[in-house]
């Protein structure tokens, strides 16, 4: 006499589950929904950051292209032959430092290139120098695009020594 009832109840659990599983199938496509986006969204990311800390140095093209750059925008500080200006350890009267070289005797090369292009860009403005500090090292994001930085930084490494490009690779590999 009861038999309806419990076949009822039966279908109500069946139901339940046949819920749980529609649901449950649904999560696992929300899931690898979420999981394709995030790895088209890394994807993305890696392709627009990848040329920006990655530019490749040894390119001829940049070398010759930021030959130009650094006559045009840097040698007036940092010297013709990025030999810098004399005595560049010692501060000038207004207490800023003056333009160091860039060749193997400076300290250019002992940054990490990403570190160059920030202060090539921003300007010893911070996380490259403290908040108040005052120097005479131009900011060149208004002035120069971010290949053109490149194609400096590819120069100037161009003429460091086989020796000291070694170390700088070393250095960047860290
Ligand atoms: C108006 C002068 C001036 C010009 C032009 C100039 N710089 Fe500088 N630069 C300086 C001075 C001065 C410093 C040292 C700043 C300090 O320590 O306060 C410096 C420092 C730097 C440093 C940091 C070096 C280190 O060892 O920490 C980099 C990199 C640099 N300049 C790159 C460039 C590049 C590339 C250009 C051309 C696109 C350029 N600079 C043009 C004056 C100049």
């Not at 999981?35 to 390119?59: K, T, Y």
């Not at 940054?111 to 090292?137: E, N, R, V, W």
Request: with cysteine; charged share 25%; hydrophobic share 40%.
């Amino acid at each position: 006499m009861r038999r309806p009832e419990s076949i009822a109840g039966e279908c109500s659990v069946l139901d339940g589950i046949a819920q749980v599983r529609s649901v449950s199938r649904f999560d696992r496509r929300l899931g690898l929904g979420v999981g394709f986006g995030a790895i088209v969204a890394a994807a993305v990311v890696f392709a627009l950051w990848r040329p920006r800390a990655a530019a490749d140095l040894n390119d001829a093209r940049r070398i010759e292209a930021g030959a130009l750059v650094y006559a045009r925008h840097c040698a007036s500080c940092h010297g013709d032959n990025l030999q810098g200006q004399p005595d560049w350890t010692k501060r000038l009267a207004n207490g800023r430092m003056p333009a160091p070289p860039h060749d193997d005797s400076g300290h250019t090369w002992h940054h990490p290139s990403a570190i160059l292009f920030g202060i090539t860009k921003k300007g010893l403005k911070p996380p490259y120098a403290p908040p108040d500090y005052q120097s005479d090292m131009p900011a060149f994001g208004p002035v120069l695009s971010d290949d053109d930085i490149w194609n400096a930084l590819a120069f100037i490494r161009s003429r460091w020594s086989a020796a000291v490009r070694a170390k700088h690779d070393a250095l960047e590999r860290q």
